[in-house]
């Protein structure tokens, strides 16, 4: 062999081995790509997948042969999806056919569903109704449609399944709350139509859009000012209106009219509102009042309280009114005499915490440790108090000052009276009863004395013994006969009680002469009743 054609077959060998390597190496990319391409579409169809799963939405396809193609799967195919088997408690789960979903539905509603089922997959007509299930309270929504490629391609029929019944109960829920707000705005309508005067709601822009039947009625009669002005009393309520808007103030003002041929007072009232929380829009809801009659009552209110004041300047009490701003609008003179103050102390209207401060310069302030603290105690009544309150103050100078504070129109009214005498004459008759008492205690006899009205009033140690009474019941102020059958266990005559007890009674109230019981213990008591000069009745026991 030339070594020509040795060069040549070496060069030809290794021309082919390039070629094939080459050809190895394209195909190798050919492959990667494919693979790569293959990879995205299944991880695409996954995607695709999962998504469908996750719909809340269940569905059922019918999948067709690709007619474009030689397609190996020439019949239809099934498929449930996961939620569908879940939704309607399959038991063969996504495995399920078509008959298996059927079963779930009322004969009549599967005969309607086969109907729709036919006409969509003849014809391509979609369909959306709802169904029953069976033996469920649920209903279910079933949206039939076909899926067609953008080549004409019929790919599926696509049958979803929605499950409404929450939904149908949340609208359940949306209608009763809506009849609820209907029979309350019937109310609120009926509350405003009902009121017996006209009342009405204006927008940002003065514009009435809400009034009620007397509105209506009064805004359309001829209104006549008392001066002969012939504007309309409704519409001259929008200056008011304006005011309240531009000031965000409750306003209100006064008109007189003619009404009917009468002369009538009313009184106007704009009070502004924001909108819905909205700052920038200011709505008024304004109400028209006839005062009238309370014009009527203040006046006479006014009379009749100048009469009274009159009266309290006359009395020896000392009266003072402080109003709520805590200033003395009256006082009589035997107010000023009795606290020690000049005639002029009352002409600048002092306030109740310079009154205090006055009689503390004076020393005639009850002694107090901390007069800042009992001064803003006092200053508390002023909005506190609801009702009237009496004590007693205790002067320096040895005086007694009754005080009885109490509400008052105008704000409060203070009394006070001086008791020295009063409490002194007390105490003395205090002390004569404790003296009495005391000298009932020490006599040996046994003593109890009754009350004109034969209630108990005193008794001693010795009939406590006596008798062995219980201290409390004896306490409790019984009477004549209660206490009479407290002796009835000590007595031996007790079987014929009620003839006795007749007979303590006659002699004790009627005849008042002496007699005597026979005791248990052998004893007998000697019973002496006596009457007393208030009327009482002393009964004495003395044993023999």
Same mark, same amino acid.
């Given at each position: 062999m030339s070594n020509d054609l040795l060069?040549?077959?070496?060069?030809?060998?290794?021309?082919?081995?390039?070629?094939?390597?080459?050809?190895?190496?394209?195909?190798?990319?050919?492959i990667a790509r494919l693979r790569q391409?293959?990879?995205?579409?299944?991880?695409?169809?996954?995607?695709?997948?999962?998504?469908?799963?996750a719909s809340k939405d269940g569905y059922f396809a019918f999948i067709y042969p690709d007619e474009r193609i030689k397609d190996p799967r020439r019949s239809v195919r099934e498929r449930c999806s996961r939620r569908l088997a879940v939704m309607?408690?399959?038991?063969?789960?996504?495995?399920?056919?078509?008959?298996?979903?059927?079963?779930?539905?009322t004969a009549q509603d599967v005969l309607k569903i086969k109907k729709y089922l036919s006409l969509m997959q003849d014809e391509g007509i979609p369909f959306d109704d709802t169904f029953?299930?069976?033996?469920?309270?649920?209903?279910?929504?079933?949206?039939?449609?076909?899926?067609?490629?953008?080549?004409?391609?019929?790919?599926?029929?696509?049958?979803?399944?929605?499950d409404l019944s929450d939904d149908m109960l949340k609208m359940a829920e949306l209608e009763d709350e809506k009849r609820l707000q209907n029979l309350k705005i019937s109310k609120l309508e009926l509350l405003i139509n009902h009121l017996s005067f006209p009342i009405w709601l204006r927008d940002d822009k003065l514009n009435i859009i809400v009034q009620n039947k007397q509105y209506t009625q009064m805004s359309g009669s001829d209104l006549t000012t008392k001066e002969g002005n012939g504007s309309n009393l409704i519409a001259s309520a929008e200056t008011l209106a304006k005011t309240a808007q531009k000031t965000n103030k409750v306003q209100k003002d006064y008109v007189n009219l003619i009404v009917g041929g009468q002369a009538k007072r009313f009184e106007i009232t704009e009070t502004p509102f924001h909108s819905d929380g909205n700052l920038d829009k200011i709505f008024t809801v304004g109400f028209l009042q006839d005062v009238t009659e309370l014009d009527e009552v203040k006046r006479s209110?006014? /009379?009749?309280? *100048?009469?009274?004041?009159?009266?309290?300047?006359?009395?020896?009490?000392? #009266? &003072?009114?402080? %109003?709520?701003?805590?200033?003395? /609008?009256?006082? *009589?003179k035997s107010f000023l005499k009795l606290w020690n103050l000049?005639?002029? #102390? &009352?002409?600048? %209207?002092?306030?109740?915490?310079?009154?205090?401060?006055?009689?503390r310069e004076n020393r005639t302030l009850p002694e107090v440790t901390d007069f800042r603290s009992y001064k803003n105690d006092e200053e508390k009544m002023f909005t506190s108090l609801i009702t009237s309150k009496e004590d007693l103050l205790h002067i320096p100078d040895g005086r007694t000052f009754r005080r009885v504070v109490a509400p008052h129109p105008n704000g409060l009214i203070f009394a006070f009276e001086d008791v020295s005498d009063r409490l002194a004459a007390t105490r003395m008759a205090n002390e004569l009863v404790s003296v009495q008492q005391n000298i009932l205690d020490n006599t040996r006899d046994a003593v109890i004395i009754f009350a004109a009205n034969q209630k108990l009033k005193y008794f001693n140690r010795a009939y406590q013994r006596l008798w062995k009474v219980d201290l409390a019941q004896m306490q409790n102020m019984p009477s004549l006969t209660e206490v009479l059958e407290m002796q009835k266990k000590l007595l031996t005559a007790n079987n014929d009680w009620d003839n006795l007890k007749?007979?303590?009674?006659?002699?004790?109230?009627?005849?008042?002469?002496?007699?005597?019981?026979?005791?248990?213990?052998?004893?007998?008591?000697?019973?002496?009743?006596?009457?007393?000069?208030?009327?009482?009745?002393?009964?004495?026991?003395?044993?023999?």
């Open positions: 060069h040549d077959m070496l060069y030809f060998c290794l021309l082919t081995g390039v070629v094939l390597v080459a050809f190895l190496v394209s195909f190798k990319i050919t391409k293959n990879y995205f579409l299944n991880r695409d169809r996954e995607r695709y997948a999962e998504t469908m799963y309607l408690n399959l038991k063969n789960g996504n495995q399920s056919s078509f008959e298996d979903v059927l079963q779930m539905f029953l299930l069976k033996n469920v309270n649920r209903t279910i929504n079933i949206f039939g449609a076909r899926i067609n490629g953008t080549d004409g391609n019929l790919y599926c029929d696509m049958l979803w399944f929605r209110f006014k /009379i009749h309280q *100048n009469a009274h004041l009159e009266v309290l300047s006359a009395l020896g009490t000392a #009266f &003072a009114i402080f %109003n709520m701003q805590q200033k003395l /609008i009256f006082s *009589n000049p005639a002029e #102390f &009352a002409d600048n %209207n002092p306030s109740y915490g310079e009154f205090l401060e006055a009689i007749q007979n303590m009674l006659r002699h004790l109230l009627n005849i008042c002469s002496r007699f005597r019981l026979e005791r248990k213990d052998g004893s007998v008591v000697e019973v002496v009743p006596v009457i007393l000069s208030d009327e009482s009745l002393m009964i004495t026991y003395a044993v023999n």
